[in-house]
């Protein structure tokens, strides 16, 4: 079951190169989460990373500038247990994702985003943590 009170306290790091899928994705979201902050590449989102209080990271990987990846291995450098949700094109057998297997407290979602298994993968992520 799904823990709506817990996610509305969500402050959410959303890094995504694609605008109409990232203004989607937002608008979709911002009525669930607390606040969403948006970065369009990696680099931008480790920039914003450091400069605000984030309860969780959800990126694509693919980007340009820094990719998801390259993203991902630098905040954890800093911070081992934030969680973190992927939005991938790339199947479950692809180099990246299987690179994903080894990260603690990570899980992905395939595009097109199905808002409601985001949601939920949302949650699943974070009652882990909790």
Do not use: W
Not at 18 to 44: F, H, P, W, Y
Not at 73 to 102: M, Q, W, Y
């Amino acid at each position: 079951m799904l823990d709506i009170e817990l996610i509305k306290t969500l402050k959410i790091l959303y890094v995504e190169d694609e605008i109409a899928l990232r203004d989607i994705t937002c608008s979709s979201l911002g009525s669930v989460v607390k606040e969403i902050i948006v970065a369009s590449n990696g680099q931008e989102g480790l920039e914003k990373f450091n400069n605000n209080d984030i309860d969780l990271i959800l990126t694509d990987i693919a980007m340009p500038i820094m990719d998801g990846l390259e993203m991902i291995e630098e905040i954890r450098k800093k911070d081992n247990k934030i969680p973190i949700l992927v939005t991938t094109a790339f199947g479950s057998g692809h180099k990246e994702i299987s690179n994903l297997k080894d990260i603690q407290n990570i899980a992905y979602v395939m595009k097109p985003v199905d808002v409601m298994k985001l949601v939920e993968e949302i949650d699943n992520l974070i009652k882990n943590i909790s």
